[in-house]
Nanobody, 119 residues
Framework: QVQLVESGGGLVPAGGSLRLSCAAS????????MNWYRQAPGKQREVVAT???????NYADSVKGRFTISRDNAKNTVLLQMNSLKPEDTAVYYC?????????????WGQGTQVTVSS
């Protein structure tokens, strides 16, 4: 089992910055990736950024060049630095951890944190 606790959401004007944090605990050694998703009202949940256990990152086209995913190994925390925020970035952001156990992948989710960007 993996537990995820997010923090750092809030209200910010367009062009501003926020940093989201996701603290992981439990069986984290078997994680293959940690990721950030978001879900805007009336839309499907979409992946924003991924960070593999090997350190590879990937970003949605809509956030490339503005968002950066990173990790603090000492704190078992994954961060999402969001710069140049736009109103369309408004959503609930979810931390996700993908774990490999035997031959199956398991997904764990945080509770979500609201990000609101005002125009």
């Amino acid at each position: 089992q993996v537990q995820l606790v997010e923090s750092g959401g809030g209200l910010v004007p367009a062009g501003g910055s926020l940093r989201l944090s996701c603290a992981a605990s439990g069986s984290i050694l078997s994680l293959v990736s940690m990721n950030w998703y978001r879900q805007a009202p009336g839309k499907q949940r979409e992946v924003v950024a991924t960070l593999t256990s090997g350190g590879d990152t990937n970003y949605a086209d809509s956030v490339k060049g503005r968002f950066t995913i990173s990790r603090d190994n000492a704190k078992n925390t994954v961060l999402l630095q969001m710069n140049s925020l736009k109103p369309e970035d408004t959503a609930v952001y979810y931390c996700n951890a993908r774990q490999l156990r035997l031959v199956r992948f398991y997904d764990y989710w945080g509770q979500g944190t609201q990000v609101t960007v005002s125009s």
